[in-house]
């Protein structure tokens, strides 16, 4: 039952304001484009389906992780669109409890942000969860140059980090405890069209 729960939340939350249709699908994007998701995406983020096993390095359309560390169990699509931000992400998790320590964990999601163009302006992202408020940090992390923060409240412990692909397109990586040594490679592999 806890494994639902976190995509349940996020899907919950995004979903009071789900978009009926995509203005720019994934498969005309180009590289000025910000991935969003299909209306089968937007359905299983809005019905919570979680997907066992959980999908691989283009859970995402659009995006590549190419790093995915072992131990995943289940995932699920987290899609949503509110105050001029549409998000598509893709959570992975494992069968501990959320209070579990050694819970496995990973967020990757996509935010089209008009207003995004350098990293002090994620200080303002308007979402709901994974916002760069409080004790946020500049570090260079896979190569890139990320705003972080310590993960608490509805994104689990662990390590927040998030930057500016290009214009208007903001990556987010929200990492559980047990991964945040695997985080550099995870941020390394992400890429974008």
């Known amino acids: 039952m806890t494994k639902t729960l976190t995509i349940a939340a996020l899907s919950v939350a995004s979903a009071a304001t789900l978009f009926a249709a995509p203005s720019a699908h994934a498969a005309t994007e180009s590289k000025t484009a910000c991935p ?7 359905k299983r983020s809005h019905d919570s389906k979680v997907d066992k096993p959980a999908r691989g390095a283009t859970a995402i359309k659009g995006v590549r992780v190419g790093h995915i560390p ?14 001029g931000v549409t998000e598509y992400g893709y959570q992975w998790g494992d069968d501990r409890a959320n209070a579990d320590p050694e819970q496995r964990s990973l967020w990757v999601r996509v935010l089209c942000w008009p207003d995004a163009k350098k990293l002090a302006n994620l200080k303002r992202l308007p979402v709901t969860y994974g916002t760069f408020t409080g004790e946020v940090k500049t570090a260079t992390i896979g190569g890139r140059q990320v705003l972080t923060k310590e ?14 692909e290009r214009k208007g397109v903001v990556v987010t990586v929200m990492a559980g405890t ?3 040594a695997e985080l550099d490679k995870i941020i390394s592999g992400i890429r974008l069209p």
């Open 36 to 42: 969003t998701p299909s209306k089968a995406e937007i």
């Open 70 to 83: 072992k131990g995943f169990t289940y995932g699920g699509v987290v899609t949503g669109k509110h105050d």
């Open 151 to 164: 993960g608490d409240g509805a994104l689990g412990a662990g390590r927040y980090a998030g930057w500016v």
């Open 178 to 180: 047990p991964l945040v």
